[in-house]
Each structure stands twice: as structure tokens, then as C-alpha cells.
T-cell receptor
């Protein structure tokens, strides 16, 4: 079966760095997406990786290892507005996104 | 430019009633999707359309139907609502099937 695993909840301090891990098992693989979702709102796109390595975009970076079925989202210089759920999703061989349940990130001052 | 709009924002529905959730995008995206999001679960794909005139079943299609008569609109119909269909429904679109999906604001549906 297809599966995406990510931690349910994480807590971090304002100004710090946090890494949210995601492991995936899918039938075929066509890329890994990260989305941010604030409570009561729609998911918004953060990053996309299809090749191994690190993609940096401002305070956010995303890493992919295809051989390990593993990705992480790195958030630097955390701000209170970063409190949200972070969704990991893998694009399978049918070009359908398989979603994790999301990681709720709590930022403390 | 609105992106993707959904209507209604929220709805309370009696079990057994028919309901259509509306979704419209103005980005001329080829692909559109309907997801449901339930607490503790990831987004689950209900139906999708890779291009106008075609539709396909996702992971949880039972009890739902869709149509794609044109590029912009992708309505989702619940023929006879049941309480297990209580959820938040998101419509999304992408330029192609491998491209980033952009989401509408969602419809919160409660079936009693």
C-alpha cells in the first residue's frame, strides 16, 4: 500500500530552527511536495523536490533522498506566524498526490 | 484574479438530501481535484479531472459524483448525503498532472 509518515506534532521556540521529517512509500514516484496549512485555511504550496538534494527558498528548505524514501522541511529563524500544520505529499505513478496527515508545529515565544 | 473559489463556505445538511459543492477556477488550469480533509487523516482524493470532458475516481469516490463540462468549473455532487460525509472539502487545480496544486478556501459540510 501507499503510505506517508510524518510526526503528528512538534514544538519549537521563536528564532530557532526546526526540521520536519517525512517518509514515503508509493507505487512509483514523481516528486515530493510540502504545503503549509494554517488552522481553518486551505493548504498553500511551499516546495517541490523531484531530484535528490536540498532546495532552499528563503527561510524554508526542503531535502529529498529518493533511495531512502525520505524528505525533510527545514524552517529557520522561526516566527510566530510559522505556527501551522505542514503537509508532506508524494506524487505517485498515476500522478495522484498521496498525503500525510500533517505535522502541527507549535511555536513558543 | 480570484484563483479558485468554492461555494458554499459552509453548509449543514440533513441526511438523505442532495447537495452540490461548486468550484470555479480562473487560471485556465487543465487539471482539477476534489479532496476531503478529516481530523487526523491526510487529504484524501475523491475525484479528479485531468482535462475538460474527462473525470476519474480517486481514493474515496463512493457517494460522490463530478462533472467537467468546461475548463473552469468542477462541481461535486453528493446524491444522498450521509453523516460520514461530514468533512471539509477542498477543490484544487493544477496546470498539468505533475504541476503544483493550488487550493480553494474549502467548504465545511456537516451532515446530520
Amino acid at each position: 500500500g501507499q503510505n506517508i509518515d510524518q510526526p503528528t506534532e512538534m514544538t519549537a521556540t521563536e528564532g530557532a530552527i526546526v526540521q520536519i521529517n517525512c517518509t514515503y512509500q508509493t507505487s512509483g514516484f514523481n516528486g515530493l511536495f510540502w504545503y503549509q496549512q494554517h488552522a481553518g485555511e486551505a493548504p498553500t504550496f511551499l516546495s517541490y523536490n523531484v531530484l535528490d538534494g536540498l532546495e532552499e527558498k528563503g527561510r524554508f528548505s526542503s531535502f529529498l533522498s529518493r533511495s531512502k524514501g525520505y524528505s525533510y522541511l527545514l524552517l529557520k529563524e522561526l516566527q510566530m506566524k510559522d505556527s501551522a500544520s505542514y503537509l508532506c505529499a508524494a506524487l505517485d505513478s498515476n500522478y495522484q498526490l498521496i498525503w500525510g496527515a500533517g505535522t502541527k508545529l507549535i511555536i513558543k515565544p | 484574479i480570484a484563483g479558485i473559489t468554492q461555494a458554499p463556505t459552509s453548509q449543514i445538511l440533513a441526511a438523505g438530501r442532495r447537495m452540490t459543492l461548486r468550484c470555479t477556477q480562473d487560471m485556465r488550469h487543465n487539471a482539477m481535484y476534489w479532496y476531503r480533509q478529516d481530523l487526523g487523516l491526510g487529504l484524501r482524493l475523491i475525484h479528479y479531472s485531468n482535462t475538460a470532458g474527462t473525470t476519474g475516481k480517486g481514493e474515496v469516490p463512493d457517494g460522490y459524483s463530478v462533472s467537467r463540462a468546461n475548463t473552469d468549473d468542477f462541481p461535486l455532487t453528493l446524491a444522498s448525503a450521509v453523516p460520514s460525509q461530514t468533512s471539509v472539502y477542498f477543490c484544487a487545480s493544477s496546470e498539468g498532472t505533475t504541476d503544483t496544486q493550488y487550493f480553494g478556501p474549502g467548504t465545511r459540510l456537516t451532515v446530520l
